[in-house]
């Protein structure tokens, strides 16, 4: 459910979602090939395509060591809702403040990136993790977003604060290369079909697929 609070405008209204330092995390420059961002340029977290090239390498060296590699998609619950009641700019400063949430509290060398297609997915990839702990970072994401308040433009005349937004999230797991299902795409349909699980079970949930 979102609650929202229509008060007067403020000065700081504009920057009261911060746009994410891309530096902080190390997000990476352009490309130096061909100058394109290698950044999703609202949320400053890896683009799908940037996303995917970087899961695969960091995949394949854990295939190379025997390592598990564990997937979190996480889905906002209802986001149509923001943009139809509150406005696109009002939808953009809550997909901001979920970057934010995941740069924080995701760990320090999981890939983070905007799901392409989707603009309220995200793919956390936490190389090295198992299922254990892949489940307690996507309940942290989970209660993360709960705890959000995003204050943004209404109108021209007028601000809201959108809180109460929730999350489904996907959680799948596997040793990496040790068994014919033991690559990244299909990493990427286990955890989706954990989050389909998550969505039918009422939402605001975390699912993981069965081992």
Same mark, same amino acid.
């Given at each position: 459910?979102?609650?929202?609070?229509?008060? #007067?405008?403020?000065?700081?209204?504009?920057?009261?979602?911060?746009?994410?330092?891309?530096?902080?995390?190390?997000?990476?420059?352009?490309?130096?090939?061909? =100058?394109? #961002?290698?950044?999703? #340029?609202?949320?400053?977290?890896?683009?799908?395509?940037?996303?995917?090239?970087?899961? =695969?390498?960091?995949?394949?060296?854990?295939?190379?060591?025997?390592?598990?590699?564990?997937?979190?998609?996480?889905?906002?619950?209802?986001?149509?809702?923001?943009?139809?009641?509150?406005?696109?700019?009002?939808?953009?400063?809550? &997909?901001?403040?979920?970057?934010?949430?995941?740069?924080?509290?995701?760990?320090?060398?999981?890939?983070?990136?905007?799901?392409?297609?989707?603009?309220?997915?995200?793919?956390? &990839?936490?190389?090295?993790?198992?299922?254990?702990?892949? &489940?307690?970072?996507?309940?942290?994401?989970?209660?993360?977003?709960?705890?959000?308040?995003?204050?943004?433009?209404?109108?021209?005349?007028?601000?809201?604060?959108?809180?109460?937004?929730?999350?489904?999230?996907?959680?799948?797991?596997?040793?990496?290369?040790?068994?014919?299902?033991?690559?990244?795409?299909?990493?990427?349909?286990?955890?989706?079909?954990?989050?389909?699980?998550?969505?039918? =079970?009422?939402?605001?949930?975390?699912?993981? &697929?069965?081992?």
């Amino acid at each position: 459910m979102t609650t929202a609070r229509t008060m #007067p405008p403020a000065a700081e209204t504009a920057a009261a979602v911060r746009h994410p330092d891309q530096a902080r995390h190390g997000e990476p420059p352009p490309c130096h090939a061909c =100058g394109r #961002p290698l950044t999703d #340029p609202l949320t400053g977290l890896l683009d799908r395509g940037t996303w995917t090239a970087r899961a =695969g390498t960091a995949f394949e060296r854990r295939a190379v060591a025997g390592e598990p590699v564990a997937l979190v998609i996480v889905d906002l619950d209802c986001f149509k809702r923001i943009n139809d009641t509150f406005g696109h700019p009002a939808g953009d400063a809550v &997909l901001r403040a979920v970057a934010d949430l995941l740069r924080d509290r995701v760990p320090e060398e999981a890939l983070t990136g905007r799901y392409g297609g989707h603009a309220d997915e995200f793919l956390v &990839l936490l190389p090295g993790q198992g299922l254990p702990p892949a &489940l307690a970072v996507a309940e942290t994401i989970r209660r993360g977003v709960r705890e959000l308040s995003v204050r943004t433009s209404a109108t021209r005349g007028s601000s809201v604060t959108i809180t109460g937004r929730t999350a489904s999230l996907g959680v799948a797991a596997c040793l990496a290369g040790d068994r014919p299902g033991g690559r990244l795409p299909d990493l990427l349909l286990d955890a989706d079909v954990a989050l389909r699980t998550a969505k039918r =079970g009422g939402r605001d949930r975390v699912c993981a &697929l069965p081992t």
